[in-house]
């Protein structure tokens, strides 16, 4: 089968390789997938440039922590999923449900914890959950660490997300696409910002019902405010960290909240 590896020390692409090697065999409690599709985050991107918790790499990984595929094998024990089940690994092994916890181990595709760019990889029982039959694998391997983080900020704050409330969403990167589709599949009014007009209309189709150019309109977190019809967003997905805060607080309504989910700007003086 053939993997990548992510050389340690690695400060770009140029230290992934592809390498050949015999496929993994599930141990007991573990499960063999055939991986079918592994979809990009960010955090993936900031560990190839050695930029994530901790600097480089120490030691050489197996990258990213989203994917998708089958079930190839079971090791001894194994109960929950036979060959042929169509899985998806979760972005921390030992935490499926229930608040965090100090077990939950490091999220897949870091120091740690092997990721899932190969054509084979076994993982803990405990750590892959089935997937809905609607979704390709395609669609299935967007969901371990976008699409949870954006569930969890919607749905597991003070309170879930109710229709009619009011959704604000930084930019059209993978988590703020997300957040936009399930927050319009509630029932949310979705105000979606961006410095690209041709970014904002692929909002609009995909549910926007408001739409800022954050380029022409520095104020933007006044602008939302306005938009929601409301006094305020009940929810600001807050992706962008210390360089759009500031409008993020502008735009949340009284009672509402802000989700403070990325550091992709670097600007300012206090990092949240």
Same mark, same amino acid.
């Given at each position: 089968?053939r993997?990548?590896?992510?050389?340690?020390g690695?400060?770009?692409?140029?230290?992934?390789?592809a390498?050949?090697?015999?496929?993994?065999t599930?141990?007991?409690?573990?499960?063999?997938?055939?991986?079918?599709a592994?979809?990009?985050?960010?955090?993936?991107?900031?560990?190839?440039?050695g930029?994530?918790?901790?600097?480089?790499?120490?030691q050489?990984?197996?990258?990213?922590?989203?994917?998708?595929?089958?079930?190839?094998?079971?090791?001894?024990?194994?109960?929950?999923f036979?060959?042929?089940?169509?899985?998806?690994?979760?972005?921390?092994?030992?935490?499926r449900?229930?608040?965090?916890?100090?077990?939950?181990?490091?999220a897949?595709?870091?120091?740690?914890?092997?990721g899932?760019?190969?054509?084979?990889?076994?993982?803990?029982?405990?750590?892959?959950?089935?997937?809905?039959?609607h979704?390709?694998?395609?669609?299935?391997?967007?969901? @371990?660490?976008?699409?949870?983080?954006?569930?969890?900020?919607?749905?597991?704050?003070?309170? @879930?997300?109710?229709?009619?409330?009011c959704?604000?969403?930084?930019?059209?990167?993978?988590?703020?696409?997300?957040?936009?589709?399930?927050?319009?599949?509630? #029932?949310?009014?979705v105000?979606?910002?961006?410095?690209?007009?041709?970014?904002?209309?692929?909002?609009?189709?995909?549910g926007?019902?408001?739409?800022?150019?954050?380029?022409?309109t520095?104020?933007? #977190?006044?602008?939302?405010?306005?938009a929601s019809?409301?006094?305020?967003?009940?929810?600001?997905?807050?992706?962008?960290?210390? #360089?759009?805060?500031?409008?993020s607080?502008?735009?949340?309504?009284?009672?509402?909240?802000?989700?403070?989910?990325?550091?992709?700007?670097?600007?300012?003086?206090t990092?949240?």
């Open positions: 089968m993997k990548y590896v992510l050389e340690s690695a400060s770009s692409l140029d230290h992934l390789k390498v050949d090697c015999e496929a993994p599930p141990g007991p409690g573990e499960v063999l997938i055939r991986v079918r592994c979809s990009l985050n960010y955090r993936d991107q900031l560990i190839v440039q930029k994530y918790f901790g600097g480089t790499l120490a050489p990984i197996t990258p990213l922590s989203d994917g998708a595929g089958e079930v190839a094998g079971v090791g001894e024990g194994v109960t929950r036979k060959e042929g089940d169509r899985v998806a690994g979760i972005f921390f092994q030992k935490w449900a229930g608040p965090a916890n100090p077990e939950q181990g490091p897949l595709g870091a120091v740690g914890a092997k899932m760019l190969a054509e084979y990889v076994t993982l803990p029982e405990e750590g892959v959950v089935k997937i809905a039959r979704l390709s694998f395609e669609e299935a391997s967007t969901l @371990p660490c976008a699409g949870v983080t954006v569930w969890n900020a919607l749905m597991c704050g003070r309170r @879930p997300l109710r229709a009619g409330d959704v604000l969403v930084l930019g059209t990167g993978g988590v703020s696409t997300l957040a936009l589709q399930i927050a319009h599949a509630a #029932g949310a009014h105000i979606a910002t961006s410095s690209s007009d041709e970014k904002l209309e692929r909002a609009r189709a995909l926007a019902a408001s739409l800022i150019n954050y380029r022409k520095p104020n933007w #977190g006044a602008e939302a405010a306005k019809n409301k006094g305020g967003a009940d929810c600001v997905v807050e992706v962008g960290g210390a #360089g759009t805060l500031a409008q607080m502008q735009a949340v309504g009284y009672n509402g909240e802000i989700a403070l989910i990325g550091v992709l700007t670097r600007e300012g003086d990092h949240p």
